[in-house]
């Protein structure tokens, strides 16, 4: 048998291996993550700034593609920084579908759905308060404050640990968003000196700073609410570029007739 020019020959069994093993080319975490845009006004691009997580890494280790964004609040004409001055805020969105948060859509309280447990850590939620159902041009999501402990004590509603979140799913299933914010309020306590209800939850929802958190306008917040609830409401999914070169890409007809 007559062998063929040795450079030809190279040149293929190169591009049989190429071809053969595409999983050696390194992916475009970017082009996987569920990429998203919001809308903040400027007093919360402090610190601003998109992060990537990719599976099986960060702690804890993940199975999905996520994308944060972060960073904090700053009240308006605040010339000295201060311990209050400066609030984090992150949004997350994870490229999964989370039953869980869905299914709290249709619950009557925080408590029942018991949302924060999910990424609280070695820390237990046990204050949920003013739960909100939200409808966003993106899907449905739920509101409320949150507070967690890390021993028995059940501190009453403070600015040292009051956050407020917002969790939900996008219509189509395919991304959960989670959007978390340092909250506080004028009339609340700093965290010295507080009341604690000591797992009583009876205790904890008759204090006059939990009925502050569940009947204070909106606005009466730093940051407001309403504005913490518009951010939440402009993020906008961003297709990847895989998808986006899919969807150029004609599809072929059948066979003619």
Same mark, same amino acid.
């Given at each position: ?6 450079? $030809? ?9 190429? *071809? ?9 975490? *970017? ?8 809308? @903040?006004?400027?007093? &919360?691009? +402090? ?12 702690? @804890? ?20 920084? !201060? ?5 984090? /805020? $992150?949004?997350?969105? $994870? ?9 709290? #859509? +249709? ?20 204050? #949920? ?8 041009? /993106?899907?449905?999501?739920?509101? #409320?404050? %949150? ?11 403070? +600015?040292?640990?009051?956050? &407020? ?22 009339? =609340? ?15 904890? *929802? ?21 504005? =913490? ?10 297709? $990847?570029?895989?998808?986006?070169? !899919?969807?150029?890409?004609? %599809? ?6």
């Amino acid at each position: 048998m007559k062998l063929q020019n040795p450079l $030809s020959l190279c040149a293929i069994v190169s591009a049989m291996i190429f *071809t053969a093993t595409p999983q050696m080319k390194a992916a475009d975490p *970017t082009d996987q993550c569920p990429r998203f845009q919001l809308n @903040p006004l400027d007093v &919360y691009k +402090n610190g601003m700034k998109y992060s990537f997580l990719t599976p099986g890494s960060g702690k @804890p280790k993940t199975d999905t593609f996520t994308s944060v964004c972060s960073g904090f609040w700053q009240p308006p004409n605040a010339q000295q920084p !201060s311990p209050n001055a400066k609030l984090t /805020w $992150s949004v997350t969105v $994870s490229k999964k579908d989370d039953p869980k948060v869905a299914e709290a #859509y +249709n619950l009557k309280d925080g408590y029942s759905a018991d949302l924060a447990r999910a990424d609280s850590g070695n820390a237990t939620p046990y204050l #949920y308060s003013r739960f909100q159902k939200f409808t966003f041009p /993106w899907g449905n999501a739920v509101g #409320y404050f %949150v507070q967690t402990t890390n021993d028995a004590a059940w501190p009453e509603p403070n +600015n040292a640990q009051l956050m &407020y979140e917002i969790r939900g799913v996008t219509s189509d299933h395919q991304d959960t968003i989670v959007a978390r914010f340092a909250a506080r309020h004028p009339q =609340l306590p700093d965290g010295s000196k507080v009341l604690d209800a000591q797992g009583n939850i009876r205790a904890l *929802t008759s204090f006059p700073s939990y009925k502050l958190l569940e009947k204070s306008r909106p606005e009466s917040f730093e940051p407001s609410l309403t504005e =913490l609830q518009n951010m939440v409401s402009s993020i906008v999914i961003l297709k $990847s570029k895989k998808a986006e070169n !899919s969807e150029r890409t004609p %599809v072929k007809s059948g066979a003619p007739d």
